[in-house]
């Protein structure tokens, strides 16, 4: 005497992959830009792509408050550097120089869609 077996299970589907959200691609390459755009323009870039996209907890809201903050370091930098050449200290190229550095290695990780953190930035903007 034979039992009746249960049906089989069915196999597993996998899920179809999830796109990307729509502008994901635009918000990398846009906070690339945001972060190249320090190197000759200082916190302006930062400033105003944050103060325009504000709210949308996106990768270009974050990286452009990053590239903000650390401009606004910057700054405070060539300001500390300038008053030290006064006395014969003249480290504003080497700033110059980290700060182009650290601003191209940011927008290629944003290019890419990942999400960069400056090393020694003061967060002064939340």
């Known amino acids: 005497m034979t039992t009746p077996q249960p049906p089989a299970a069915p196999e597993p589907v996998n899920p179809a992959p999830v796109p990307a959200p729509a502008g994901a691609a635009q918000d990398g390459q846009n906070a690339m830009l945001v972060h190249l755009g320090g190197i000759l323009f200082n916190f ?35 300001i500390v550097t300038a008053i030290l050449a006064l006395f014969g200290l003249p480290l504003g190229f080497l700033v110059w120089i980290a700060g182009t550095v ?3 290695i940011a927008g290629l990780a944003a290019k890419e869609g990942r999400a960069y953190r400056y090393p020694a930035t003061l967060r002064l903007v939340k």
């Open 102 to 104: 650290f601003a191209i």
């Open 44 to 78: 302006i870039p930062g400033l105003v792509v944050w103060l325009s996209v504000r709210g949308r907890r996106t990768l270009l809201e974050d990286q452009a408050l990053e590239a903000l903050n650390f401009q606004l370091t910057l700054f405070g930098l060539y």
